[in-house]
């Protein structure tokens, strides 16, 4: 059974870091495309971050240049490496594995990622980032 665990979450000053990981069990050597959700009070869940089985980023525009996501396929760990946080960073932030690979689409010749939920089949519990002013 796939279990992903979250941690690395706390409270930091705008303009600081986080490095967040998401321990992975239960699926071997096989490499899914993991992705970086989170969820602020009041909103939709939305998409932050992804890294396909080939290994291919995509970052949500607004943490574009900010957030780098990574992962340690040895060690079933994935990253989130969040700089120049800014207050409206401020969730709960999931990881999730898609097993059957994310879904992408074209747009003037490039290829971008389509945070389609539906393509994740597991997910942690989450943990919260706040980020003060």
């Known amino acids: 059974q796939v279990q992903l665990v979250e941690s690395g979450g706390g409270s930091v000053q705008a303009g600081g870091s986080l490095r967040l990981s998401c321990a992975g069990t239960?699926?071997?050597?096989?490499?899914?495309?993991m992705g970086w959700f989170r969820q602020a009070a009041e909103k939709e869940r939305e998409g932050v971050a992804i890294?396909?089985?080939?290994?291919?980023?995509d970052y949500a525009d607004s943490v574009k240049g900010r957030f780098t996501i990574s992962q340690d396929h040895a060690k079933n760990i994935l990253y989130l490496q969040m700089s120049s946080l800014k207050p409206e960073d401020t969730a709960k932030y999931y990881c999730?594995?898609?097993?059957?690979?994310?879904?992408?689409?074209?747009?003037?010749?490039?290829?971008?990622?389509?945070?389609?939920?539906?393509?994740?089949?597991?997910w942690g519990q989450g943990t919260q980032v706040t980020v003060s002013s």
């Open positions: 890294i396909d089985n080939d290994g291919r980023p």
């Open positions: 239960g699926y071997g050597n096989m490499i899914f495309c």
């Open positions: 999730a594995a898609a097993p059957r690979g994310c879904s992408w689409y074209w747009a003037g010749g490039s290829r971008y990622w389509d945070p389609n939920e539906g393509d994740f089949e597991y």
